[in-house]
Antibody, heavy 117, light 110 residues
Framework: EVQLVESGGGLIQPGGSLRLSCEVS????????MSWVRQAPGKGLEWVSV???????YYSDSVKGRFTISRDSSKNTIYLQMNSLRVDDTAVYYC????????????WGQGTLVTVS | QSALTQPRSVSGSPGQSVTISCTGT?????????VSWYQHHPGKAPKLMIY???KRPSGVPDRFSGSKSGNTASLTISGLQADDEADYYC??????????FGTGTTVTVL
């Protein structure tokens, strides 16, 4: 059974840092494209970042230069290091697997809440 | 990249059909046949319902169907059921390793 379990969220002051984790079971993280997607309170989903094979990474303009996605194959886990946090980074953060040609998100976690205040 | 535009809400009675539109631009929806749809019950993980505009993952009922015309994609739910009540989001690949989601639509079963 595929499971993605996020952790690491919490309350943090503006300008602070936080690292989110997404522990995966049911498939091998290093063989898949993985992503972070967030949802601010009362808002829609917003793509944040993706890590491709070979550890190639991409970011949305809203987080570029502040967030870093990475993975630890030995733990089958992906991370999102968030620095210089802003109030508008407040959201539930979901990790998700990119399926097929990396054009869809086929497995998701239940999310972890980050509150910047 | 601006969010794709969806109606804020749609509603229907059990057994009826509802259609949710998703309007983008020639740089995303209009340029790629990589539109997907997600069902999201608050507090739960989003669920993939449609991908590549018209394809259904295994296990998704055929009451859910997708289409696209120009810069607008659509999700139709036929034979509406109580459990279909949720938020629905479209998503399009937008090139250059970018993905853009829709603004979200709340489906209410009357």
């Amino acid at each position: 059974e595929v499971q993605l379990v996020e952790s690491g969220g919490g309350l943090i002051q503006p300008g602070g840092s936080l690292r989110l984790s997404c522990e995966v079971s049911g498939f091998i993280v290093r063989s898949n494209y993985m992503s972070w997607v967030r949802q601010a309170p009362g808002k829609g989903l917003e793509w944040v970042s993706v890590i491709y094979g070979g550890d190639t990474t991409y970011y949305s303009d809203s987080v570029k230069g502040r967030f870093t996605i990475s993975r630890d194959s030995s733990k089958n886990t992906i991370y999102l290091q968030m620095n210089s946090l802003r109030v508008d980074d407040t959201a539930v953060y979901y990790c998700a697997r990119l399926g097929l040609q990396a054009t869809l998100f086929d497995y998701w976690g239940q999310g972890t809440l980050v509150t910047v205040s | 990249q601006s969010a794709l535009t969806q109606p804020r809400s749609v509603s229907g009675s059990p057994g009826q059909s509802v259609t949710i539109s998703c309007t983008g631009t020639s740089s995303d929806v209009g340029d790629y046949n990589f539109v997907s749809w997600y069902q999201h019950h608050p507090g739960k993980a989003p669920k993939l319902m449609i991908y590549d505009v018209i394809k259904r993952p295994s296990g998704v009922p055929d009451r859910f169907s997708g289409s696209k015309s120009g810069n607008t994609a659509s999700l139709t739910i036929s034979g509406l059921q109580a459990d279909d009540e949720a938020d629905y989001y479209c998503c399009s690949y937008a090139g250059s390793y970018n993905y853009v989601f829709g603004t979200g639509t709340t489906v209410t079963v009357l």
